[in-house]
């Protein structure tokens, strides 16, 4: 279940601010589609409204690629097959 409210970590220090340990999580399987769902309750103490913020703010600065509404991915992802 996703907390009701999300956990400020502004002040936290660089390794346990939540932008790096999702993209860390992104980046360790950089093909993986992820859903804002999914991240949100991998780490917890973030709302889903709030991952979903986070992530299309991300996306829009070229952080992250979004795939599609609610899809996730550190690397642009295509549905062609590699030969």
């Known amino acids: 279940m996703l907390p ?3 956990r400020d970590d502004r002040h936290t220090g ?3 601010r939540r932008r790096h340990r999702i993209l860390t999580l992104l980046q360790e399987d950089p093909t ?6 999914d991240i949100a309750a991998h780490f917890g103490g973030v709302t ?5 913020r986070q992530l299309s703010r ?6 992250i690629h979004k795939i599609d ?8 992802w ?3 097959p590699l030969a």
Do not use: K
């Not at 991300?58 to 952080?63: L, M, S």
């Open 78 to 80: 295509s549905s062609t």
């Open 14 to 16: 660089p390794a346990q």
């Open 69 to 76: 509404p609610g899809l996730y991915a550190a690397t642009t």
């Open 58 to 63: 991300w996306a829009e600065t070229g952080i």
């Open 32 to 37: 993986r589609l992820w859903r804002p769902r």
């Open 4 to 6: 009701t409210s999300s």
């Open 48 to 52: 889903l409204h709030t991952m979903y």
